[in-house]
């Protein structure tokens, strides 16, 4: 990877010989943007480009560049490229539209391409990709005129478009590193990552995702990587209207965007949901230390704006620390005698009555930052353009004498009013604090510290490959694609999935007597193919509480089914237990990206209504599937309702981890659900299932 | 009011000696402001400020000032306010902090001020305020030097405070005129918004707002004024700890939250939670048209940036519109032959093979203006500082060519790249168009615009005074304080609430005789003081299916009764048709701010745990009331779920708009639940009540 992004030398095959404003031209751009490497240029008719000297063909070429960039149309890029595998280049970019992006013919070239620079061994970044610019080398492969920051941040952007490259101020802020994968044929985001990864130029990612093929090894590398550098995505295609866009506009393949999120927040990868967002978060975890927790501190110049403070860092999930002494002693007495001090502080009367404001805010934040009860500090502080007003504005020397790093928390600022944007410009390269156009936006950068913080202390996964089952079950020998009732049922139980009590009864006098074991009530069930919506069609009998019931019924359904006929012949009469408790659905699925993924909910409005389901990849711990729980809105329903004893959580979590594994264990299932499984204080029991087997 | 923006004179009181930076000097900010009436100034010991003659005391004032600006102590305003009420001045703006914003003795001050100011017929702004501003005259009461936009925007603003004048770029954008109420302790957001709404300068209203007095005052108002000008709400106080701060900060009541959301949805108020949406609500709609329908046709540089465009339009509730036939006629055969365009229409390789990208985008915009299956137009264009990319920037002149009058569709654009600011100040005059930062925002700008032109509907509010009850019913002569069970449903009737049918039965052979007539199976329950929590006493029985056991249930509670002991008689035994169906809360509470406000729920764990419930301010029509219904969560459940036939819902309405009237014709009562109504297919009864009457 190093060769895409500090090459030696570069070939540039597809360079127009126009150049200047409307040219596009790939040359003049890599010459604007400062590369100190080879640059040669191949070109069928031109003699020079800007001085240049041009080669015919690649095979002409004196020597072997480290990378080739290919610009030509579409239909000449395998010809174009076999050149240069034959002349030694092994490292490509494939500036080219009109592959998968296109149509099928493009999807075609595309495998053509792929398998070709394949048989030499030879990577490919692209097609359809802008390539890579540094910063840092004045290396870059696009079209476009990009400016090169004079001091480069470590700031890396791995993008499967150009558009945020063209537009790194709308998109990330300033960058050190940026990768388009383009249509990603061969190089993608984990090789991108391995790279960045191990970059010292590289403090912190930004990832813009469309899709992903490779979604546990993703997992894996990230919660890997994350525990390094932080790492925020921006994944789109969000919506079925935004997914749908996605497959027209590229090859990938976009999974359910909720298991998305799961699979990120195992791997401790920041989400974002908006180009402005990732700018902020960029901005704040370059620049802060993590927020050890949630009490803050408000400094402002005005109580309205403390209000407002109050509210989003409530929204955050933050709080209002408890006043420091030192503010109480040192800066209430300096104000009018009827202003009393709470946090927020707000200091405008102390800066009336004194005359310098500054000196209130110095102090105040001084004594916050200070205080072990607070963890990490807000100010909120004019800056006006009227020279009036000059001694009321922050500065990056008022800043130094707060000695930031000897506290090492996070101090965050809004500045409000006409002058914002110099103060915020003057202060952005110093170190401990930033600024932002909003209160709003300032919690939310604390609440960003404060999860950040958090997600440190996740295990780091390894979902690729898996390790083995801890408790392996017998494979079955004949799969049939569909299994329903009891069927499924008897499925689970190598699995150790808890079942109800039940008998397959020949006769009524031996269901009585299992009644009588398994104790009232039970249920009577038909059990024969062709039955399986018992209950529609009368084949159940619940709430049987004597052994005169249990015979009576079991002839009863005897009858029933000589009466309704069936070519396939009665099998038994299930007693079962009938047991009362909450219904929960536990389930699995196939996810186009991430693989076998498991989900819980409660049963009934709770999934049908409510959509209150929660999912994450597979398999899982004891611990995460407590996690997963708790986070269903029906939870406390499980912890004891209106005085109702709480359901049994360590087995309904066993049953789940269990249930995990299984999907591990079965490659061939593509989606199964038990539903329900009935949980009271003593237990889970499965009572009905629905599997789903085969490719 | 006039005088409060506009006054031919004003003196100032309190103004001090020193000027220039740090002295908040209100005569050099008046001033600097370039206002052209007469000023006078009154001060104990100057001569001359900044040029101006000094009055020793109002009263030596040769004339009478239409205005006075008072800032002095706290512990001086009684006096000095005396002394120009004598002189006739009848318009006060009080700076001067310390009263009811401080300590109980600013409370008391600040009583006393308002009393004196009153007995003249005088109005006062304040205290603890910094007044008003007028861009367009050039009056400002402020100390701060605020900058005057040379051509004032009609966007005026009411403030609970100071510093959304003082930051205007951050709240709210460049204003006209401003307004702060500080402690409002007279004029306050009634008399503010019947001014503006008279103003012709004013085309649009900002709102900041901590608390509210007059809420349903308000609420009339603001629902007519809202069909002329958009009024746009930034509430804040909106988090537990942010209304705790309201309450120390301003000496103003902070209702509930959910309330202000329901009351400002009633009169059609924007409502926002951020400044930077507030900033962004009025560019939108200040130049923009309402969105008439969901449509949106998108125009994009980038396909990246399209999935994003689907994402946040998904978001908002939008949707993308067909492609336009001329589009696909005109403008895609101009593109490479693989290059196929669909909605979001990708213009990046068009522009390529064409050379001129801004044509195609042109007629790409031009295309979606003019499809009425079309609502609204979202362009996603890149503008770069380089001159090599300067043919691919926007320009006014460019959007000229849009005709956008024609159309009277909105066309917001997202630009991006490092030339974004430049072109986004070029198009701020243009009108018809407007620029956002983000994607994101520019697709919730469309978003506002569409919830905007669908508020338009709502019917104007009538809430203060309220119109006389449909049905009035008599009141109780003697109201306990609170009513439960029997005694709370009869209380219920007169207002037609339905309640199940029941007897209160003095005999076995009498409640087995009603019982007969009810149809079975019937609850029997003892009725007498202090049996209120009956089930728990073991005084309810349920599922009674025979005059046998109606009897002997009967006897069985007549013994309890006797065996628990009672020093109050047994009232009898209550016979009451037992029905199944869903369990419905209905409630009224009192609002701090809105008073009467109608409650609705599912019973049981929607409102315990979900914590599902709707509510709006009584009275409500029927229509309300199903508007209402359907926003619950769990809506579908009273719709019919898993093939049950749908509760009846009329009946259920009329029950609620019922209930809300109830709240209005008894101005006594605090709270009420009614839990359970029981909803069935048949009808809707109430089961339960508890109300709490009383001040």
Redesign the interface.
């Known amino acids: 990877m190093r060769a895409l992004f500090d090459p030696k030398s570069v070939v540039l095959i597809g360079v127009s010989r126009q150049t ?5 031209n790939g040359l ?2 890599l010459l ?1 943007y400062g590369y100190q490497g080879k640059i040669f240029l191949v070109h069928p008719q031109a003699e020079e480009i800007l001085g240049h000297k041009v080669y015919r063909r690649t095979l002409d070429l004196p020597e072997v560049p480290e990378l080739a960039v290919i610009a030509v149309g ?1 239909d000449r890029v395998l010809p174009v490229v076999h050149d240069c595998l034959t002349h030694g280049i092994r490292w490509f970019i494939i500036i080219s ?2 592959f998968a ?3 099928a ?2 999807k075609q070239l595309q495998e053509q391409l792929l398998t070709l620079v394949q048989s030499y061994g030879a990577r490919l970044l692209g097609p359809n990709t802008m390539g890579t610019f540094n910063a840092f080398t004045g290396f870059s492969s696009a079209f ?2 990009l ?1 090169r920051a004079p001091a480069p941040p470590p700031v890396s952007l791995v ?6 490259q ?6 990330t802020g300033p960058l050190g590193k940026a990768i388009d994968l383009g249509n990603a044929a061969d190089l993608g985001f984990i090789e991108a990552l391995e790279y960045l990864e191990q970059d010292a130029q590289t403090e912190i990612i930004a990832l ?1 995702m ?1 899709g992903l093929t490779q979604g546990r090894k993703f997992i894996d590398l990230a919660s890997r990587l994350t525990r390094k550098k932080p790492l925020i995505v921006f994944k ?7 997914a ?3 497959l ?3 090859g990938s393949l976009v999974g359910q965007d909720e298991v998305f999120t799961a699979a990120f927040a195992r791997a401790g990868v920041i989400r974002v ?4 967002a990732m700018i902020d978060a960029i901005q704040t975890l370059r620049k802060l230390p993590p927020l050890p927790g949630p009490r803050i501190g408000v400094v402002t ?8 403070a ?6 955050e999930g933050l ?2 620390g408890r006043l420091p002494r030192a503010i109480r002693e040192n800066v209430e007495p300096k104000g ?1 005698y ?3 001090l ?1 946090n ?1 502080v ?1 200091l405008w ?1 102390i800066g ?1 009555a004194t ?1 310098d404001f500054l000196q209130g805010v110095l102090e105040a934040i001084g004594a916050f930052l200070a205080d072990p009860a607070i963890d990490g500090v807000l100010g909120l502080v ?1 800056a ?9 504005r922050l500065t990056p020397d008022f800043i130094d004498r707060l000695a930031l790093r000897q506290f090492n928390k996070p101090l965050v600022l ?5 002058h ?1 944007e110099h103060i915020s410009a003057d202060l952005a390269p110093v170190p401990g604090v930033t600024c932002y ?5 300032a919690c939310h950068a604390l609440g960003l510290l404060y999860r950040y913080q958090q997600s440190l202390s996740r295990p780091v996964e390894n979902l690729s490959p898996l390790p083995p089952s801890p408790h392996p079950a017998p494979k079955l020998e004949k799969k049939p694609t569909v299994l329903l009732g009891q069927t499924a049922l008897e499925f689970l139980a190598p699995y150790r999935i808890p079942l109800l009590p039940s008998l397959l009864a020949p006769t009524p006098e031996e269901a009585s007597a299992y009644a009588q074991e398994c104790g009232y009530p039970v249920v009577l069930k038909i059990i024969a193919p062709a039955w399986v919506h018992k209950s529609d069609q009368g084949g159940v009998l619940l709430n049987l509480t004597t052994p005169q019931e249990v015979q009576a019924g079991f002839r009863h359904l005897q009858n029933i089914f000589n009466q309704v006929g069936s070519s396939a012949p009665l099998e038994g009469i299930l007693v079962q237990k009938q047991i009362k408790g909450r219904e929960i659905l536990l389930g699995l699925k196939q996810d186009a990206t991430f693989g076998p993924v498991v989900v819980c909910g409660l049963g009934g ?1 709770f999934t ?3 959509q209150d389901v929660a999912q994450t990849l597979a398999p899982i711990s004891l611990a995460q599937a407590h996690d997963l729980l708790s986070t269903l ?2 939870f ?2 499980l912890q004891g ?2 005085g109702e004893p709480p359901i049994a959580l360590p087995e309904l979590a066993a049953a789940l981890v269990n249930l995990s594994w299984l999907a591990i264990q079965e490659p061939e299932l593509q989606e199964l659900d038990i539903n329900p499984l009935i949980a009271t204080p003593a237990g889970c029991w499965a009572v009905d299932a629905r599997i789903v087997l085969g490719k």
Chains 1, 2 share one sequence.
Do not use: C
């Open positions: 200047g404003v409307g040219a596009y003049e751009m604007n579409r539209q009109g992006d296109a149509d013919t493009g476009i005129d400016a993008a499967q478009s150009g558009a945020p063209v537009g790194a101020e709308s998109f813009h469309e789109t295609g969000r919506s079925e209207a935004g749908q866009a996605a027209s506009h590229t949901n908006s180009a402005a110049a005005s109580g309205a704006l403390g209000i407002m109050a509210d989003a860092l409530d929204q709080m209002l009018p009827w202003h009393h709470h927020p707000d009367p009336m005359g004019p006006l353009d009227s020279e009036l007003h000059q001694n009321i809004s500045i409000y009013g006409n914002k156009a909003s209160v709003e936006q409005i049908e209504v409510l809105k029906g406390p329903l309702y209106r």
